[in-house]
């Protein structure tokens, strides 16, 4: 206890701070390969089914997906609870709660997407 | 010249929170500080009025005020330099109790120094040598750029951040901190960087720089901050925290 002066409370807004850092850096690069995708799919003029075909079976598509989604799931959440707790006097278990629901919500809607382009 | 002969226009905050601002004409003259106003019109209109001033040559950092919507350190603000057509609105300083009129309660301000960890905690003892610290080592130059702080209260009173949660150290405190963090005489150690991490510490620093942007000493209390998060980063990653 003495050689780790922060408490566990603290410690944990510590790592979250860390994560949704760290999740920026990763969301970072992930957006720019999304929007070089999106004006690549759109000025070639592929079709729905021209990126499903691409998509489906992909290991790589799915990886990089699932990557971005999970980068999102852990972000989203954390910003979001942040915003709440300065702007609100929300606080505590409840609004932790909220958090968790959140990005399981997210992670769930990203990674049914997912599947959907992969399956 | 002929500056004698005009009049400012000088709104001034009297009263506590619930106050309200009281009209007085200053005859204006050259090279006229804020400061000189202010004095003008406690000596000649309104002995009443109340304010705090020491040095008048910025270096005690006791004469802070908000001056047409912008805190500044008043004995250095030329009134020719702020005073647009409306003249001078002069309020107590932001995110601070009020005392009275022009004077904040600073005590908030100064706990949050030695709540951070602001006090010099020495390594060595009085028997010992001097201590050599080279100028061009990098902890010496981040020490040295935020050294000159005065603790004006210009930098809490612009910070967002402590508007929205009172709590939060601030700039100055946290500047005061990083200066030691980087002073290799100092023993302050995992215990400081804990007492500036968190909610109400460094983490909460949303970068907005107004700070920076207002400080009269030109010290950028973002960039200390950020050395802070860097700094309980490392530690929490290296299992210190």
Known sequence: ?119 | MSGAASTLSVKVWRGREDGAFQDFAVPQAQNQTVLDVVTWIQRHLDPTLAYRFACRVGMCGSCAMTVNGRPRWTCRTQVAAVAGDGGLSLAPLANLPVIKDLATDMTAFFDKWQRAGGRFRPTGTRADEFATVPPATPGRRAADAGIECIGCGVCHAACDIVRWNPDYLGPAALNRAWTLVNDVRDAGGEARLAAVAGDAGCHACHSTESCREHCPKHINPTAAIAGLKRATTLALLKGRL
């Open chain 1, 1 to 119: 206890m003495s050689s780790r002066p922060l408490t566990d409370a603290a410690r944990g807004e510590l790592r979250l701070w860390l994560a949704q850092r760290a999740s920026a850096a990763v969301l970072a690069a992930c957006v720019i390969v999304h929007l070089a995708l999106i004006i690549y799919a759109v000025r070639s003029g592929l079709t729905a089914a021209a990126i499903l075909g691409r998509t489906q079976g992909s290991l790589i598509w799915l990886g990089f997906y699932l990557v971005f989604v999970a980068a999102v799931a852990l972000h989203a959440p954390i910003g979001v609870r942040q915003i709440v707790r300065e702007m609100t006097g929300w606080r505590g278990r409840s609004l932790d709660a909220a958090a968790a629901v959140f990005a399981a919500a997210l992670a769930l809607l990203g990674v049914r997407a997912v599947w959907g382009l992969f399956a």
